[in-house]
């Protein structure tokens, strides 16, 4: 089945010590998104790409990067993290449909803990 | 720009009663509507969609949603729960047309079925 991976699903890092997060996709989806979500709120998009163009959202904290090497892949990395960073981290795909709509497919997401 | 808002916040509900999730947007230009649910620890997955044509549009699990444009809602429906339904609900827009491949949520609604 086509889909959205994230690994790991669950992920401890020490407060200040970089981390990667993975994204992969079969969907071959030309958009990726990264969002974070706090418990008992919505997704808040982080960044994404349209194809190889990086758009990053206006109040995403400089200690998030983003890298996209191929269509297939996408990671998340926190260069410092901190206990406010705290979350669990969506990866999401689109292309556009016959319809003419972007549908968000979601991964289920790496829980990240910050000790 | 679009704004997204989910009049409740928690709905308890008892077994095989009917439910009602509430949607309402804000938009200046036509819109696509979502809703997504997500179980614990888990990623989104799509319920339904409106992009166009009958405004009663039917999804997974028993769901449905009507589209009524003159009160700008999209309320979510189902006659019957399960106890396999407690998530929590996200209603999200895009706009239709154009750079739509952002998706603006509200803040989700917390659906608890009880025995």
């Known amino acids: 089945d086509a889909m959205v991976i994230q690994n790991p699903r669950y992920q401890v890092t020490q407060f200040g010590k970089p981390v990667t997060l993975s994204c992969s996709q079969t969907?071959?989806?030309?958009?990726m998104y990264w969002y974070q979500q706090k418990s008992s709120q919505a997704p808040k998009l982080l960044f994404h790409?349209?194809?190889?163009?990086?758009?990053n959202e206006a109040d995403t904290p400089d200690n998030f990067q983003s890298r996209r090497p191929n269509t297939s892949f996408c990671f998340l990395d926190i260069r410092s993290p901190g206990l406010g960073d705290a979350a669990m981290y969506l990866c999401?795909?689109?292309?556009?449909?016959?319809?003419?709509?972007?549908?968000?497919?979601f991964g289920p997401g790496t829980r990240l803990t910050v000790t | 720009a679009q704004s997204v808002t989910q009049l409740d916040s928690q709905v308890p509900v008892f077994e095989e009663a009917p439910v009602e999730l509430r949607c309402n947007y804000s938009s200046s230009v036509s819109v696509y509507l979502f809703w997504y649910v997500q179980y614990p620890n888990q990623g989104l997955q799509l319920l339904l969609k409106y992009l166009s044509g009958s405004t009663l549009v039917k999804g997974i699990n028993g769901f449905e949603a009507e589209f009524n444009k003159s009160q700008t809602s999209f309320h979510l429906r189902k006659p019957s729960v399960h106890i396999s339904d407690t998530a929590e609900y996200f209603c999200a827009v895009s706009r239709s047309g154009g750079s739509n491949y952002k998706l603006t949520f509200g803040k989700g609604t917390l659906l608890t079925v009880n025995p």
């Open positions: 790409y349209y194809d190889k163009d990086f758009n």
């Open positions: 969907l071959n989806h030309n958009v």
């Open positions: 999401a795909t689109s292309a556009l449909g016959p319809s003419g709509a972007y549908e968000q497919y």
